[in-house]
């Protein structure tokens, strides 16, 4: 993964969260406060223009930046958690100005893991990690299977679209939708869904799959 790469991987995200911002919010409006897709698309808007003209030398850069923008810009718990993400992200990466795929998967635990910690949440409490946890499970067991990066990012992106389903029947646990208790199952949780959008994105540039988005519901 060269800067590039990993600028395109930000631009798809940033155009998938624009073309599902209303279902975003509409998801959060059920168990929320009705502003994910708007605080994301501010977000990852705000992203783009921070790195458009003056691309940062290396993946790792790109990455914190992106980061730093995400914690400054985005409303509510988003912010800090998607920030959280692209600086693990790229502290992991380093000063290298290309990464392998198998350095590009450590990168994706750490930042899932950066995730886990700042959010106080695992699997099943019905937030983003439903989603990213999975997938970066899935992209590791790929590369340790033998297969190619394109199948790896694939495999992630359809653990992501899978966890992100998953929340449906869950109770909240953690985050705003847990104030409501057992009203919460029954819903897809929205910070699943753009967690799954954003795993669509890596595999559709990093992977090169050209298939979009999965549907956002």
């Not at 923008?69 to 502290?91: K, N, W």
């Not at 409501?180 to 795993?199: F, I, K, N, V, Y």
Request: proline content about 4%; aromatic content about 4%; glycine content about 12%.
């Amino acid at each position: 993964m060269s800067t590039d790469d990993l600028l395109a991987w930000v631009r798809a995200f940033a155009r998938l969260v624009a073309e599902h911002r209303d279902a975003l919010t509409e998801l959060d409006a059920a168990i929320g406060d009705a502003d994910h897709g708007a605080n994301m698309h501010r977000g990852t808007t705000a992203a783009l223009a921070a790195v458009d003209g003056a691309v940062p030398a290396s993946p790792g850069a790109l990455a914190k930046k992106v980061g730093t923008t995400l914690v400054s810009t985005v409303g509510g718990a988003s912010g800090p958690l998607y920030g959280t993400f692209f600086l693990r992200l790229g502290t992991a990466l380093g000063d290298a100005a290309t990464a392998a795929p198998a350095d590009v998967a450590a990168a994706l635990r750490a930042g899932v893991e950066g995730v886990v910690t700042r959010g106080r949440a695992e699997a099943g409490d019905k937030t983003m990690v439903d989603a990213l946890a999975p997938a970066v499970a899935a992209c590791e067991e790929a590369l340790a299977a033998g297969r190619t990066w394109e199948e790896a990012l694939a495999a992630a992106a359809d653990a992501a679209a899978a966890g992100r389903d998953a929340t449906t029947p869950l109770v909240a646990r953690k985050g705003r939708a847990s104030y409501l208790g057992e009203r919460s199952a029954g819903h897809q949780d929205p910070g699943a869904t753009s967690a799954a959008l954003l795993l669509a994105a890596a595999a559709e540039t990093l992977g090169g799959r050209g298939a979009g988005a999965p549907d956002s519901r």
